[in-house]
């Protein structure tokens, strides 16, 4: 309920309560209409959390300089009932200058990594930290998901316990990836399941220092690849 009414507050008295409670705000941030229910949060200078956003049962919220929840209705959530203890739990970090954009949910039973000028872009892509083996035994098992420097992650991506996004690497839309990639750097992964399509040249423009992600272009037979 606390939640609920400080989300219907401006940003301006939002911050200031946050504050009171013990959260660290940084200068120059924003935080729109979306709910906190968060034990620990930490936003750097010049940090965005647009409107209708909802992060419940979170450990720590971390979100690095200028990086922005920059669209609606992303739902980051951990459930209490499987919370094992587990140092990761709730706990997702954001990197400087990343975006994430709409309609994105984010399951931290486990940590989410996530590195800097990222940009989870369109809509609709999971990120599942929990899962169930379906073998004999029927058991849970939460893992963290890692995702290093200026990655690119196209609309309707599905990562999987334990999956790793190296750093320099662009994701294809309607990719599954479930495996860990962290050693694979200035490539394109894609597919279901998801493997090496591409490798780019190291100073391909994506990659490049001088280049915000909202200035990202992709070919659309690129983005789009999931087949082959």
Not at 35 to 47: A, F, H, P, R, S
């Amino acid at each position: 309920m606390v939640a609920v009414l400080v989300a219907l507050l401006p940003s301006k008295l939002k911050i200031l309560v946050l504050k009171m409670m013990g959260h660290e705000i940084g200068k120059n941030v924003y935080i729109g209409m979306s709910i906190l229910n968060i034990k620990k949060i930490t936003l750097k200078d010049d940090v965005r959390i647009k409107n209708f956003n909802y992060l419940k049962n979170l450990s720590h919220l971390t979100m690095m300089e200028k990086s922005a929840i920059d669209g609606s209705f992303n739902w980051f959530t951990a459930s209490k009932t499987h919370d094992y203890g587990q140092e990761g739990f709730g706990c997702i970090t954001i990197g400087e200058r990343t975006r994430i954009l709409s309609r994105h949910y984010l399951d931290l039973q486990e940590q989410i990594i996530i590195g800097k000028k990222c940009l989870i872009a369109g809509s609709s892509s999971s990120f599942y930290t929990h899962t169930i083996i379906a073998d004999p035994d029927y058991r849970e098992t939460n893992k963290p998901i890692i995702i290093g420097d200026y990655c690119y992650i196209a609309s309707h991506c599905i990562l999987l316990p334990g999956a790793g996004i190296g750093s320099f690497t662009l994701v294809g839309a309607g990719s599954v990836i479930t495996k860990n990639f962290l050693d694979k750097n200035y490539v394109l992964v894609a597919g279901n399941p998801a493997n090496v399509k591409k490798s780019y040249p190291k100073d391909a423009k994506f990659f490049t220092n001088n280049v915000k992600p909202r200035e990202v272009k992709l070919e659309k037979s690129e983005a789009s690849l999931n087949q082959k």
